[in-house]
């Protein structure tokens, strides 16, 4: 028996063939998408590996540091390394520096402003500012410029007496205020 062929109608037959094309185009997409992510991870898998090795060398390099730190840190002497094992092949110099902790600062000429914050400071430094103004004639008769010349030393020298002067120059240019006597 011959088996009857059914003819569809060529509307049917060509919506039917867009829909076997589109079907065959999503398997091919889907398959191009599983290789293109296939090949992502080959190459991510790669970096992590190259990276997890990068890991252990540094590691491996930083404990042959270290190691050599410790036994140059066991002898206590100023040591030069340059080896391979050290990071980006630097030279390294170990030592020790041991300060004099009671070292005086030669540079500081200035009167020590620390004592002077010091309650017992200000008391004496009162008491010689008062002391002088009694010894100070009181007449009137002396010129201006004596007086404030005067004054200037009276201050200065009780500030030197109790704060102890810590330098043996003195420092005669003073702002205008200072030598303008504030006019």
């Known amino acids: 028996m011959l088996e009857k062929k059914e003819v569809l109608p060529k509307s049917q037959s060509a919506n039917l063939q867009v829909a ?3 079907s065959k185009l999503v398997n091919v997409e889907k398959q191009e998408w599983r290789i293109v992510v296939e090949e992502n991870q080959r190459v991510n898998d790669k970096k992590i590996q190259q990276l997890q090795d990068n890991l252990s060398q540094v590691r491996a390099e ?3 540091s270290q190691d050599m730190i410790q036994t140059l840190e066991e002898q206590k002497l100023p040591h030069l390394l ?3 094992s050290l990071i ?3 030279t390294l110099l170990l030592s020790k520096l041991e300060c004099c902790e009671n070292q005086v600062n030669l540079q500081n000429k200035a009167i020590s402003d620390l004592q002077s914050s010091l309650k017992k400071v200000h008391e004496d430094y009162d008491d010689l500012l008062r002391h002088n103004e009694v010894a100070r004639p009181k007449d009137g ?3 201006v410029e004596f007086e404030w010349e005067k004054f200037k ?5 009780a500030a030197e007496e109790v704060c102890e002067r810590t330098s043996s120059k003195r420092k005669w240019k003073r702002t205008p205020w200072w030598n303008d006597r504030g006019a």
């Open 20 to 22: 076997l094309l589109t």
């Open 62 to 64: 930083l404990e042959s």
């Open 82 to 84: 340059k080896s391979e």
């Open 88 to 90: 980006n092949q630097n």
């Open 141 to 143: 008769t002396q010129h």
């Open 153 to 157: 030393n009276i201050l200065v020298g």
